[in-house]
Antibody, heavy 120, light 110 residues
Framework: EVQVLESGGGLVQPGGSLRLSCVTS????????MSWVRQAPGKGLEWVSA????????YYADSVKGRFTISRDNSKNTVYLQMNSLRAEDTAVYYC?????????????WGQGTLVTVSS | QAVVTQEPSLTVSPGGTVTLTCASS?????????PYWFQQKPGQAPRTLIS???NKHSWTPARFSGSLLGGKAALTLSGAQPEDEADYYC??????????FGGGTKLTVL
C-alpha cells in the first residue's frame, strides 16, 4: 500500500523559511516523480512543484519559482520542499503526492497534508 | 498561463446522472493535456479519481467515468450517491511541465 506522509508545516513570519518533508513507503520510490500541491484556506487546489524520479528534472509554478526548491533523497524515500522568502499568500495546506511515472507532474497518491501559516 | 474552467456548482438527484466539464482557455482539450480528475470531501485530502482522460484507480467507484466531450475533458457520474457530494477538480498539463488546476465544481446530491 502506498503511503505518503508530510511534515514540517507550522507558523513562520513573512520573509522566513520552512522545509517540508514527505516520507513515503509501499513503492519503488526512485521510479516515480513526486509532486507538491497546495490549498489556501477555503480555496481551490494549486499545483506547486514536481521532481522526476532521478531528481534530474524539476518543475515549478510561476508563483513559487525562485523561492521554493524541490529535492529528494532516494535512499530515504523522502521528498522535500524548501520554501524561502515566504509570503502571506503562501499560507496553505501543502500536499505531497506520488505521480504515475518517472517523469510526471500530476499527483496520483496523496498525503494528508501539512499546514503552513505565514503571518507576523 | 492558460486558465482551466469548471462549472462552479452542480446539483444532481440521488440515482441521477451528471457531467462535469473542464475547459482550457488555450483551446480544445486533447489527450495531450493528460486530464486528471480529483474528488475532495470537506476536511479531507483530495483523492485521484481519473487519470489520463479515462483511467480509473483501484478506489474509483465504477459509477465515475472520464472522457473528452465537445472540446473539453468530462467527468460523468452515473447513479449519484449521497457520498458523492464533494468538490471535484480537474488538472490539465501544458508545455514546460506546469499543469494547471481548474477552479473546482461543488457537487450537491439532492
Amino acid at each position: 500500500e502506498v503511503q505518503v506522509l508530510e511534515s514540517g508545516g507550522g507558523l513562520v513570519q513573512p520573509g522566513g523559511s520552512l522545509r517540508l518533508s514527505c516520507v513515503t513507503s509501499g513503492f519503488t520510490f526512485s521510479s516515480y516523480a513526486m509532486s507538491w500541491v497546495r490549498q489556501a484556506p477555503g480555496k481551490g487546489l494549486e499545483w506547486v512543484s514536481a521532481l522526476s524520479g532521478t531528481g534530474d528534472n524539476t518543475y515549478y509554478a510561476d508563483s513559487v519559482k525562485g523561492r521554493f526548491t524541490i529535492s529528494r533523497d532516494n535512499s530515504k524515500n523522502t521528498v522535500y520542499l524548501q520554501m524561502n522568502s515566504l509570503r502571506a499568500e503562501d499560507t496553505a495546506v501543502y500536499y505531497c503526492a506520488k505521480t504515475l511515472g518517472v517523469v510526471a507532474t500530476h499527483p496520483a497518491d496523496w498525503g494528508q497534508g501539512t499546514l503552513v501559516t505565514v503571518s507576523s | 498561463q492558460a486558465v482551466v474552467t469548471q462549472e462552479p456548482s452542480l446539483t444532481v438527484s440521488p440515482g441521477g446522472t451528471v457531467t462535469l466539464t473542464c475547459a482550457s482557455s488555450a483551446g480544445t482539450v486533447t489527450s495531450g493535456h493528460y486530464p486528471y480528475w480529483f474528488q475532495q470531501k470537506p476536511g479531507q485530502a483530495p483523492r485521484t479519481l481519473i487519470s489520463d482522460i479515462s483511467n480509473k484507480h483501484s478506489w474509483t467507484p465504477a459509477r465515475f467515468s472520464g472522457s473528452l466531450l465537445g472540446g473539453k475533458a468530462a467527468l460523468t457520474l452515473s447513479g449519484a450517491q449521497p457520498e458523492d457530494e464533494a468538490d471535484y477538480y480537474c488538472l490539465l498539463s501544458y508545455t514546460r511541465g506546469r499543469p494547471v488546476f481548474g477552479g473546482g465544481t461543488k457537487l450537491t446530491v439532492l
